[in-house]
Nanobody, 121 residues
């Protein structure tokens, strides 16, 4: 098992911004990586994904507000979240798949513990 570690969550006012980071606990190279989120009492929801070649995909709900990026040398991905709304409140989970995979899918085997994002005035 490879553990992913997320950081950067916190409490922010509506309209504010946060930057999340995700990196493996030990050195390893991943293929596609991305972010999911889960609000209390709701299903896990896709947020954004990025391939090793930096091709990105976003959920409609975050397009134009969130930006995913990655540093392949550090095996780290980031999620810049701007114009945050109360509806963005959730635990954000990082996930990743191996180098043999091109696109991220929900069954990707590597996950982090999550980082809490709370958007409230």
């Amino acid at each position: 098992q490879v553990q992913l570690v997320e950081s950067g969550g916190g409490l922010v006012q509506p309209g504010g911004a946060l930057r999340l980071s995700c990196a493996p606990a030990r050195s390893i190279s991943f293929g596609p990586m991305g972010w999911y989120r889960q609000a209390p009492g709701k299903q896990r929801e896709f947020v954004a994904a990025i391939t090793r070649g930096r091709i990105t995909n976003y959920a409609d709900s975050v397009k134009g507000r969130f930006t995913i990026s990655r540093d392949n040398a550090k095996n780290t991905i980031y999620l810049q979240m701007n114009s945050l709304e109360p509806e963005d409140t959730a635990v954000y989970y990082c996930n990743a798949d191996g180098l043999s995979r091109t696109m991220l899918c929900p069954m990707a085997p590597y996950w982090g513990q999550g980082t809490q994002v709370t958007v409230s005035s």
